[in-house]
């Protein structure tokens, strides 16, 4: 493969990025019989504990529609389970089940090392310099839709 220039579009390299993340998360979350999507929610909750639909859609990044219907999954397959929360009946709280629990260390574990192998190469600047230019990069896109 040649090598690029630093003329390559910001948008292609942020695209080729997430779709190799997707494969690698893709094979990897395919050890346990879960998506891609199903996979990082469990890690939400895993390393959350109980939340709000909402709140663990905002921390996966997603919309609640999306997310509802991958919870909705996980909860046919016994791995997560809403209960009433206490404090509002509006809303319901998102649990692992014992099964779900089960498999969250394992998953966890892996998100840990996707992650590490995502940012192995960057300094400890590069990283959040990189994260403070893609949290500019997609708030000037929401803010354009």
């Avoid at 921390?59 to 909705?72: E, G, I, K």
């Avoid at 791995?79 to 779900?100: F, I, K």
């Amino acid at each position: 493969m040649q090598k690029q220039t630093n003329r390559e579009p910001i948008g292609l390299l942020i695209a080729a990025t997430r779709r190799r993340i997707k494969q690698i998360v893709l094979a990897r979350a395919g050890e346990f019989g879960l998506t891609p999507q199903q996979f990082w929610l469990i890690v939400g909750l895993a390393e959350g504990g109980s939340q709000s639909l909402h709140v663990l859609a905002q921390r996966a990044r997603t919309d609640d529609p999306t997310a509802s219907r991958v919870v909705q999954s996980l909860v046919t397959q016994g791995l997560v389970t809403s209960r009433p929360d206490p404090t509002d009946r509006r809303r319901a709280c998102l649990e692992l089940t014992p099964r779900g629990q089960a498999l969250g260390p394992r998953v966890v574990g892996v998100a840990r090392d996707i992650r590490g192998l995502i940012e192995r190469e960057l300094s400890p600047e590069e990283r959040e310099l990189v994260r403070a230019a893609l949290r500019k990069i997609l708030a000037s896109l929401e803010a354009a839709a």
